[in-house]
């Protein structure tokens, strides 16, 4: 991943932070993605949930500059949680997440043009390629 692409994701995420209802409108736009998404998050703590999906912005930014350092702790903990033997996120529901992540991005970044989008999307994909990779466990059980 180039450090522009990196540079691009981090200022679109300080403008979309900048805006207090980015996760109220994300999650918004997710859940009314499927029946299954609003399933999953039936019982969910929003507010919780906000936050650790702020928090997971955050270090997948780091994973991307050092990808030779592989996942942090953290990550690892998500891919658990999402995998198999716990939530049973499958990989369709990512493909809806960030579409979702995405149409959010266009609303709430007024500075959103196709070169932040792909940098979002570049981003992402570090985190979405793991957790789809360690579903199973693999990785950790």
Not at 51 to 68: C, G, M, N, Q, W
Not at 87 to 99: E, P, T
Request: aromatic share 10%; proline share 5%; net charge negative.
């Amino acid at each position: 991943m180039t450090p522009l692409a990196l540079a691009v994701f981090e200022a679109s995420l300080k403008r979309c932070e900048a805006r207090r209802d980015f996760l109220d409108v994300f999650y918004e736009n997710f859940l009314a993605s499927a029946p299954e998404v609003s399933e999953k998050f039936a019982h969910t703590d929003f507010a919780r949930q906000k936050e650790a999906l702020r928090a997971s912005f955050h270090h997948l930014l780091l994973v991307a500059r050092d990808p030779k350092q592989g996942p942090d702790p953290y990550l690892e903990e998500v891919a658990v949680r999402h995998g198999a033997g716990h939530l049973a996120i499958g990989a369709h529901l990512y493909d809806l997440w960030l579409d979702s992540l995405l149409d959010t991005v266009r609303a709430c970044d007024p500075e959103c043009l196709p070169g932040v989008e792909a940098a979002w999307e570049e981003v992402m994909m570090v985190g979405i390629h793991y957790l789809c990779a360690n579903y199973e466990g693999r990785h950790r059980g």
